[in-house]
Protein backbone atom coordinates (compact mmCIF):
# COMPACT_ATOMS: atom_id res chain seq x y z
CA UNK A 1 0.00 0.00 0.00
CA UNK A 2 1.78 3.43 -1.28
CA UNK A 3 1.22 5.60 2.71
CA UNK A 4 1.66 8.70 0.15
CA UNK A 5 -1.75 8.37 -1.72
CA UNK A 6 -4.95 9.46 -0.02
CA UNK A 7 -7.23 7.17 -1.08
CA UNK A 8 -10.86 9.58 -0.77
CA UNK A 9 -11.37 11.86 -3.73
CA UNK A 10 -13.46 15.38 -2.05
CA UNK A 11 -16.14 15.87 -4.55
CA UNK A 12 -17.47 18.78 -2.30
CA UNK A 13 -16.83 20.96 0.39
CA UNK A 14 -19.22 23.77 2.79
CA UNK A 15 -18.65 25.07 5.59
CA UNK A 16 -21.90 25.04 7.54
CA UNK A 17 -20.40 26.59 10.77
CA UNK A 18 -17.42 28.83 11.94
CA UNK A 19 -16.31 30.48 14.47
CA UNK A 20 -13.09 32.34 15.64
CA UNK A 21 -11.83 28.61 16.85
CA UNK A 22 -13.22 26.09 14.77
CA UNK A 23 -14.60 25.88 11.04
CA UNK A 24 -16.89 22.76 10.87
CA UNK A 25 -17.11 21.55 6.98
CA UNK A 26 -19.52 18.82 5.33
CA UNK A 27 -17.70 17.01 2.37
CA UNK A 28 -19.32 15.05 -0.52
CA UNK A 29 -16.64 12.42 -0.78
CA UNK A 30 -15.80 9.13 -2.73
CA UNK A 31 -14.28 6.86 -0.25
CA UNK A 32 -11.52 4.50 -1.01
CA UNK A 33 -13.62 1.67 -2.27
CA UNK A 34 -14.78 4.35 -4.54
CA UNK A 35 -18.51 4.55 -3.13
CA UNK A 36 -20.56 7.48 -2.46
CA UNK A 37 -20.22 9.24 1.10
CA UNK A 38 -20.56 12.14 3.63
CA UNK A 39 -17.74 13.62 6.08
CA UNK A 40 -17.68 15.74 8.81
CA UNK A 41 -14.51 17.63 9.52
CA UNK A 42 -14.00 20.04 12.47
CA UNK A 43 -10.90 22.24 11.21
CA UNK A 44 -9.00 24.12 14.27
CA UNK A 45 -7.83 27.69 13.93
CA UNK A 46 -5.51 27.26 16.96
CA UNK A 47 -2.64 24.74 17.68
CA UNK A 48 -3.05 22.89 20.98
CA UNK A 49 -0.37 23.13 23.61
CA UNK A 50 0.31 21.68 27.61
CA UNK A 51 2.69 21.37 29.78
CA UNK A 52 3.84 19.55 32.54
CA UNK A 53 5.45 21.52 35.12
CA UNK A 54 7.81 19.73 37.41
CA UNK A 55 7.78 21.86 41.14
CA UNK A 56 10.85 21.98 43.47
CA UNK A 57 9.44 18.42 45.55
CA UNK A 58 8.73 16.70 42.85
CA UNK A 59 5.33 17.27 42.19
CA UNK A 60 3.21 17.60 39.16
CA UNK A 61 0.93 21.00 38.92
CA UNK A 62 -2.68 19.89 37.50
CA UNK A 63 -5.72 22.59 36.51
CA UNK A 64 -9.25 21.18 37.23
CA UNK A 65 -11.94 22.94 35.56
CA UNK A 66 -15.83 21.58 34.24
CA UNK A 67 -15.37 20.67 30.78
CA UNK A 68 -18.74 21.81 29.03
CA UNK A 69 -18.42 19.72 25.79
CA UNK A 70 -17.85 16.66 28.37
CA UNK A 71 -20.40 17.81 30.85
CA UNK A 72 -18.09 16.77 33.26
CA UNK A 73 -14.87 17.97 35.85
CA UNK A 74 -11.41 17.43 34.75
CA UNK A 75 -8.02 17.23 35.94
CA UNK A 76 -5.21 18.35 33.62
CA UNK A 77 -1.70 19.25 32.71
CA UNK A 78 -2.02 23.62 32.09
CA UNK A 79 -3.29 23.32 28.48
CA UNK A 80 -4.76 25.50 25.84
CA UNK A 81 -4.89 27.05 22.09
CA UNK A 82 -2.11 29.39 20.40
CA UNK A 83 -2.53 30.88 17.24
CA UNK A 84 -0.71 29.12 14.42
CA UNK A 85 1.56 32.17 13.77
CA UNK A 86 2.48 32.07 16.99
CA UNK A 87 5.12 29.27 18.28
CA UNK A 88 4.14 26.48 20.69
CA UNK A 89 6.25 26.68 22.93
CA UNK A 90 5.39 30.59 23.36
CA UNK A 91 1.86 29.47 23.67
CA UNK A 92 2.54 26.49 26.37
CA UNK A 93 4.68 29.52 28.14
CA UNK A 94 1.36 31.76 28.16
CA UNK A 95 -0.83 29.30 29.25
CA UNK A 96 1.26 28.21 32.25
CA UNK A 97 1.57 31.41 33.37
CA UNK A 98 -2.17 32.46 33.03
CA UNK A 99 -3.76 29.13 34.55
CA UNK A 100 -1.02 28.58 37.18
CA UNK A 101 0.60 31.63 38.27
CA UNK A 102 4.07 29.93 37.15
CA UNK A 103 7.10 30.81 34.58
CA UNK A 104 9.36 28.23 34.11
CA UNK A 105 13.50 28.95 33.45
CA UNK A 106 13.76 25.27 31.69
CA UNK A 107 11.89 23.72 28.80
CA UNK A 108 11.88 20.58 26.79
CA UNK A 109 9.93 19.75 24.25
CA UNK A 110 8.60 16.51 24.53
CA UNK A 111 5.68 15.24 22.98
CA UNK A 112 3.51 16.07 19.46
CA UNK A 113 -0.04 14.76 18.78
CA UNK A 114 -2.81 14.66 16.52
CA UNK A 115 -6.22 14.78 18.46
CA UNK A 116 -9.26 13.40 17.87
CA UNK A 117 -8.30 12.71 13.88
CA UNK A 118 -11.01 10.65 12.39
CA UNK A 119 -12.90 14.08 12.48
CA UNK A 120 -10.27 16.63 13.43
CA UNK A 121 -7.46 18.56 12.10
CA UNK A 122 -6.43 19.58 15.65
CA UNK A 123 -2.53 18.94 16.72
CA UNK A 124 -0.62 19.78 19.53
CA UNK A 125 2.42 19.71 21.03
CA UNK A 126 3.40 19.21 24.72
CA UNK A 127 6.64 20.38 26.91
CA UNK A 128 8.19 19.84 29.76
CA UNK A 129 8.78 22.77 32.38
CA UNK A 130 10.71 23.11 35.45
CA UNK A 131 12.96 25.61 37.66
CA UNK A 132 9.48 27.25 38.44
CA UNK A 133 8.41 30.54 39.75
CA UNK A 134 5.53 32.31 40.25
CA UNK A 135 3.95 35.17 38.54
CA UNK A 136 0.47 36.33 38.47
CA UNK A 137 -2.14 33.90 36.97
CA UNK A 138 -4.28 35.19 34.49
CA UNK A 139 -7.52 32.72 33.60
CA UNK A 140 -9.76 33.95 30.75
CA UNK A 141 -12.87 34.52 31.93
CA UNK A 142 -14.44 31.07 31.01
CA UNK A 143 -12.33 29.22 32.95
CA UNK A 144 -13.11 28.84 37.05
CA UNK A 145 -9.88 26.63 37.68
CA UNK A 146 -8.66 24.76 40.63
CA UNK A 147 -4.82 23.81 41.36
CA UNK A 148 -3.36 21.05 42.54
CA UNK A 149 0.34 19.81 43.08
CA UNK A 150 0.50 15.58 43.19
CA UNK A 151 3.23 14.08 43.35
CA UNK A 152 4.13 13.16 39.62
CA UNK A 153 4.13 8.73 40.13
CA UNK A 154 0.92 9.64 41.92
CA UNK A 155 -0.14 11.17 38.76
CA UNK A 156 0.58 8.62 36.85
CA UNK A 157 -1.13 6.35 38.86
CA UNK A 158 -4.82 8.58 38.17
CA UNK A 159 -3.82 7.86 34.44
CA UNK A 160 -3.91 4.10 34.95
CA UNK A 161 -7.11 4.34 37.02
CA UNK A 162 -8.78 6.46 34.35
CA UNK A 163 -9.01 9.38 36.78
CA UNK A 164 -7.41 11.47 34.57
CA UNK A 165 -8.86 11.11 31.15
CA UNK A 166 -8.08 14.20 28.71
CA UNK A 167 -6.42 13.28 25.93
CA UNK A 168 -2.98 15.36 26.60
CA UNK A 169 -2.89 14.81 29.76
CA UNK A 170 -2.79 11.34 29.79
CA UNK A 171 0.04 11.24 27.06
CA UNK A 172 1.87 13.42 28.28
CA UNK A 173 1.63 12.18 32.20
CA UNK A 174 2.71 8.47 30.48
CA UNK A 175 5.40 9.90 28.23
CA UNK A 176 7.70 11.13 31.15
CA UNK A 177 7.21 8.65 33.02
CA UNK A 178 8.49 6.11 30.15
CA UNK A 179 11.42 8.98 29.99
CA UNK A 180 12.19 8.44 33.50
CA UNK A 181 12.15 5.00 33.00
CA UNK A 182 13.95 4.86 30.36
CA UNK A 183 16.50 7.71 31.30
CA UNK A 184 15.82 9.80 29.32
CA UNK A 185 14.88 13.09 31.42
CA UNK A 186 16.54 16.02 32.07
CA UNK A 187 18.97 14.88 35.34
CA UNK A 188 16.85 18.06 37.50
CA UNK A 189 13.97 16.18 36.04
CA UNK A 190 15.12 13.02 36.97
CA UNK A 191 16.25 13.59 40.80
CA UNK A 192 13.26 15.62 41.87
CA UNK A 193 10.71 12.46 40.67
CA UNK A 194 12.93 9.41 40.84
CA UNK A 195 12.53 6.99 38.38
Known amino acids: ?3 SKNPWKVVSRAAVYENQWIRVDHHEVLGPAGGPGVYGTVHFKYHA ?3 VPIDE ?4 ILVGQYRFPLGAYSWEIPEGGGLMDVPPLESAQRELREECGLAAKN ?5 AMDLSNSVTDERSVIFLAWD ?6 QPDDTEQLQIARLPFWEAVNRVKRGEIRDSMSAAALLRVALMAVQGELPRPVADLIGG
Open 107 to 111: WAEIL
Open 49 to 51: TGV
Open 57 to 60: KGNV
Open 1 to 3: MDE
Open 132 to 137: LTETPA
